[in-house]
């Protein structure tokens, strides 16, 4: 929260440690955000960076955002990601209006163009593609989906019993 009460982010995850990263974080971008005009080029750019990790920047306005300042190619890679994550969290957001077929069928296209999300995206995105690929018995997805959600949460105490129920679902994707 800022000195004006405005959110800026929430914590990852309910750790200490990710509470202090995103301490750290919030204090450097109200850092550069103090700047305003006078800041250089390099410093809009780590700002934008910045406010992109956090999530502050609307969907709409990345790209644009993104085109105002120049970015390495590891940057844009972290554009694409958060334009995809955008994508899938507007697919998410009409879930219930849509159901699970229709969501899981719109998140697996969006997979299969190849487009990657960030690190970030929630891991309902690869929990939805795990379960359409048992039901399609899809195991190469499966796998996928699997080894995302382990990298994802595999040292977080709290997933040890979903992980019993996901690597069922793996295993029923696998069975022809």
Same mark, same amino acid.
């Given at each position: 929260?800022?000195?004006?009460?405005?959110? +800026? !982010?929430?914590?990852? &995850?309910?750790?200490?440690?990710?509470?202090?990263? $995103?301490?750290?974080?919030? %204090?450097? *971008?109200?850092? +550069?955000?103090? %700047?305003?005009?006078?800041?250089?080029?390099?410093?809009?750019?780590? @700002?934008? *960076?910045?406010?992109? %990790? +956090?999530? @502050?920047?609307?969907?709409?306005? =990345?790209?644009?955002?993104?085109?105002?300042?120049?970015? $390495?190619? =590891?940057?844009?890679?972290?554009?694409?990601?958060?334009?995809?994550?955008? /994508? =899938?969290?507007?697919?998410?957001?009409?879930?219930?209006?849509?159901?699970?077929?229709? !969501?899981?069928?719109?998140?697996?296209?969006?997979?299969?163009?190849?487009?990657?999300?960030?690190?970030?995206?929630?891991? !309902?995105?690869?929990? &939805?593609? @795990?379960?359409?690929?048992?039901?399609?018995?899809?195991?190469?997805?499966?796998?996928?989906?699997?080894?995302?959600? /382990?990298?994802? *949460?595999?040292?977080?105490?709290?997933? /040890?019993?979903?992980? !019993?129920?996901?690597?069922? @679902?793996?295993?029923?994707?696998?069975?022809?």
């Amino acid at each position: 929260m800022d000195a004006d009460g405005n959110v +800026l !982010t929430k914590p990852a &995850q309910r750790t200490v440690a990710a509470f202090a990263e $995103t301490h750290a974080s919030t %204090k450097a *971008l109200a850092a +550069l955000k103090a %700047k305003g005009d006078k800041a250089t080029p390099a410093e809009r750019r780590e @700002l934008f *960076l910045a406010e992109l %990790k +956090l999530g @502050l920047i609307k969907a709409a306005d =990345i790209q644009a955002r993104a085109d105002a300042v120049a970015l $390495t190619d =590891i940057d844009k890679a972290l554009v694409a990601g958060k334009l995809v994550d955008a /994508e =899938i969290a507007e697919v998410m957001a009409g879930a219930r209006a849509n159901g699970p077929e229709k !969501t899981a069928e719109a998140l697996v296209a969006i997979h299969k163009s190849g487009r990657k999300p960030s690190a970030d995206v929630a891991p !309902t995105y690869w929990i &939805q593609l @795990l379960n359409h690929a048992a039901k399609h018995k899809d195991g190469a997805l499966a796998d996928e989906a699997y080894a995302a959600l /382990e990298a994802k *949460l595999g040292k977080d105490k709290a997933a /040890e019993r979903a992980f !019993t129920g996901w690597k069922k @679902l793996r295993d029923a994707a696998q069975a022809k």
